[in-house]
């Protein structure tokens, strides 16, 4: 929004001098500035207290501040000596200071009074206040008004129209307004709007959609779009076309954007590139921030290899950085994936002592997460029963899961009756207890849970398995023969299964239903998806190429220990990228120790 440039008739010489102050303060501008130029104005003979032309620079000077939030109340109280008339101009800019302010419900409570008609700057900073505070209703309403005000055709409408429904959780809205945009007006904001909104909720492939769509109009991506597609990468495996985008970004001179470094080392540890992560990291330099640390210190943490993500934590302290809340989940998560239950402790002490950080729900959950990994289940639920938080249905489907896996029964069922308070018809919560069940052989129980399932529509998550080669991504379901090559990709899993028995694998069916014969249970564990993708990799890649699987569940007891002979028997390292943390398997020994 630019200044207008409107003279004012019989301007007094000491407003023209303050007004030109204000414009060159604008550079580097600030409230004490603002305020005693603002005083030196209001002294001078002549000078009102509503005088326009000073309230629309004083207004525009404060609208400009980067550091900091410009002060609401200062703004607020300016704009009222222009009541009950004020000029557009000067309220679009509060509209503006509010709706990026801690207040954002101010700036719909004063375009609620009508003080002024909107124009084509009103509902830009309206519809970000709607963002920020997730008011989807608000926003669609003043999309039906700015369409019946002839002003929602304007691109930066449209561009915070798109914005808005993607934060709220309208992909398809977002797309739809965006594809309302003829396609030469689109801007850079338009396409990143779009691609964030997909991004936002959990639409990788349609980001990658809109990011090669992209290059057909010439776009000149910046920072924000790179992250977003970057973070699409990330979220379904694709390590190589990762790496093509990093590239890419290299060219056009983004890698030095420290958003677009904390993406790649973000990317380079969901895809299981620890090395990758750490170059970049390295290559930062004096650009890392707390966010770079903390990306590295997860993703080493996620990959299994907690201890060094803890001497990195101890290198960052001697840094004398401070961590943030998030840096303390992936220390956490360290600790107990490693099953070191006394630094989980300790860590978890310094965290409120040392750095002033209030345990959340996530921190407390780590410290459950510790204990029942670690076989004291008991003392878990103690811990639970002490929290000073309210547990949540993660924290207690953390504890099903420490007695699902130490066969604790009777504490599974109270941590089951809690979730089905909490969070009924969780189907994840169902397969747990089942497979407790089924651990201490209750197999009656078991088909009374697949009864009340069915009974009451609650359907399990398919497991699915997806594996990247040469830059396309393929899906896999347990049993799955949609695919062209399905053929040859079950003579590779018999071929698997026999060089594997010769090995002395014998599969573990304990889990396995107990109404189908032992055959069949074998077939069953033989099928599942991360076994198809692996097959498929072994046909297709070449040897020695490292093998990437993503799955949405947990790797079962048995695929895991199949995995293991697999890089042994194939001479090849697999990395699998599971509900919960990788497992990079090499040689016939996995990176967490079959301490999962």
Known sequence: MQLPCARQPSTHPVLRHCVALLRLHLPSPSVAAAKQIHARALRATGVTLSHPLLAKHLLFHLASLRAGAPPLLYAVAVLSRLLPDPDPFSL????????????????????????????????????????????????????????????????????????????????????RVFDEIPVLERNLVSWNSVMNGFAANGRPNEVLTIFWETFEVDLMPDGFTIVSVLNACAEIGALALGRRVHVFASKVGLVGNRHVGNALIDLYAK???????????????????????????????????????????????????????????????????????????????????????????????CMVDLLGRAGRVEEAHDYISTMPLEPNAVVWRTLLGAC?????????????????????????????????????????????????????????????????????????????????????????????????????????????????????????????????????????????????????????GDCHLVIKLISKVYDREIIVRDRSRFHHFKGGECSCKDYW
């Not at 943490?301 to 303390?328: H, S, V, Y």
């Not at 239903?513 to 046909?539: G, M, Q, T, V």
């Open 92 to 175: 679009n800019t509060v509209l503006r200071i509010a709706a990026s302010s801690a207040r954002p419900r101010l700036a719909l409570a004063l375009h609620r009074r009508r003080l002024a008609p909107p124009d084509t700057h009103t509902y830009p900073p309206l519809l970000q206040a709607c963002t920020r505070l997730l008011a989807l209703r608000e926003g669609e309403s003043l999309h039906a008004e700015a369409a019946k005000n002839g002003l929602v055709a304007l691109v930066f409408v449209k561009n915070s129209l798109v914005h808005h429904y993607g934060a709220c959780g309208l992909f398809e809205s977002a797309h």
């Open 271 to 365: 895809c299981g590139g620890v090395e990758d992560a750490r170059k970049v990291f390295e290559e930062m330099g004096v650009g890392r921030t707390v966010v770079s640390w903390t990306s590295l210190i997860v993703g080493l943490a996620g990959n299994g290899f907690g201890k060094d993500a803890l001497e990195l934590f101890g290198l960052m302290e001697r840094e004398k950085l401070i961590p943030t809340d998030i840096t303390m989940v992936g220390v956490l998560y360290a600790c107990s994936h490693c099953g070191l239950v006394d630094d989980g402790f300790r860590y978890f002490n310094e965290m409120k002592d040392k750095y002033g950080i209030a345990p959340k729900i996530e921190h407390l959950g």
């Open 404 to 556: 699902a896996m130490h066969k604790k029964l009777e504490l599974g069922e109270a941590a089951w009756s809690r979730l089905v308070e909490l969070d009924p018809g969780h189907s994840g919560d169902y397969v747990l207890l089942s497979n407790l069940y089924a651990a201490v052989g209750r197999w009656a129980d078991v088909h009374v849970l697949r009864k009340t399932m069915v009974t009451h529509g609650v359907r399990k998550n398919p497991g699915h398995s997806l594996v990247e080669i040469r830059n396309s991504v393929y899906e896999f379901v347990m049993g799955d023969r949609s695919h062209p090559e399905s053929d040859q990709i079950y003579l590779m899993l018999a071929e698997i299964a026999e060089r594997l028995r010769r090995q002395g694998y014998v599969p573990r069916t304990s889990n396995v239903l107990a109404d189908i014969e032992e055959e069949e249970k074998e077939a069953a564990l033989n099928y599942h998806s991360e076994r198809l993708a692996i097959a498929f990799a072994l046909l297709k890649c070449l040897p020695g190429t490292p093998i990437r699987i993503v799955k949405n569940l947990r790797v079962c």
